[in-house]
């Protein structure tokens, strides 16, 4: 493993095995600092932000990807180097990986149709995927970060947690795909369901029933479930659901909220109701949830 740790900022790799490599970046400076390190062709990369914003530059800055909080990137190009030039805003957290192609390919030989560029027409062709984080990989990427293990164990659980979070980013389940879905086919009603999703962010705290949502969006109830679930692969309570939880974790994580105004935040009346879904969501109470940061 190899620090980097100028001041309070955090520049970490960690060998998993041969390669396969964990980064772990943060900015804790009142400016914008830069991260670099050589990657060659031969290496897939996966960036996630987990605090705030970040941004990749490749050929002399001449071109940018953002990577805002709560982003992810793939990058793999088989015709030309990729060094990272990692440019992160004051408090940015940033886990890279850095996985060779063969090693790559070891994970998923039964799996490729699965995964489009590692199938047979696509090999050899360049990859750019990004993606939003779903709870579960943030929360799978703050314990990477923020493991607070013994050194002598610290390969080990970084081992297991890169494993389990490569698994879910590249889960695929059978309602992935909303071509699946002949209802889906139609744009304005994609775009209704998207309207579904920002009403229940908006009224969090008290979200209409399903037929009032339906109602609002101008579908039939059916239709708002399948295609909801379709598009983001939950059901509408159960996205909201994890929703809150990461809303209150997020606010949580910044020590300015106690338990009961978080609580109140995202819509529970008692605590102790918010309390068992915090834990039943992260394993943890969000009283030891705290006291880990």
Request: net charge positive; glycine share 6%; hydrophobic share 35%.
């Amino acid at each position: 493993m190899k620090d980097k740790n100028i001041g309070k900022n955090i520049m970490q790799e960690n060998r998993i095995e041969e390669g396969f490599y964990l980064l772990k970046f943060e900015n804790a400076e009142n400016k914008v600092i830069q991260a670099t390190r050589a990657v060659d062709k031969s290496f897939l990369q996966l960036h996630f932000c987990i605090k705030n914003n970040s941004g990749l530059s490749f050929n002399g800055g001449h071109y940018i990807l953002e990577l805002p909080e709560n982003k992810s990137f793939l990058l793999y190009n088989p015709q030309q180097d990729l060094p990272i030039h990692l440019n992160m805003d004051p408090g940015a957290k940033v886990i890279s990986l850095l996985i060779s192609i063969e090693k790559f390919h070891t994970f998923f030989t039964q799996e490729a149709g699965l995964i489009h560029f590692l199938s047979g027409e696509n090999q050899g062709k360049k990859c750019y995927r990004d993606k939003e984080l779903n709870p579960n990989e943030m929360m799978v990427l703050n314990q990477i970060f923020h493991y607070g293990l013994h050194s002598s164990l610290e390969k080990l659980y970084s081992r297991g947690k890169v494993y389990e979070l490569i698994s879910l980013y590249f889960h695929k389940s059978d309602n992935d795909g909303i071509q699946n879905c002949p209802f889906l086919e139609d744009e304005a009603n994609v775009e209704k369901i998207q309207k579904a999703k920002q009403i229940i962010i908006e009224r969090m705290t008290e979200p209409p029933s399903l037929t009032e949502l339906a109602h609002q969006i101008n579908l039939p109830l059916q239709h708002l479930k399948d295609g909801f679930k379709h598009i983001y692969g939950e059901t509408v309570f159960a996205y909201l659901l994890n929703y809150k939880m990461e809303y209150a974790r997020k606010l949580l994580s910044t020590r300015k909220y106690n338990i009961s105004e978080v609580s109140f935040e995202v819509g529970y009346s008692t605590p102790s109701h918010f309390i068992a879904a915090f834990k039943k969501k992260y394993g943890a109470t969000p009283k030891r949830y705290m006291s880990s940061l």
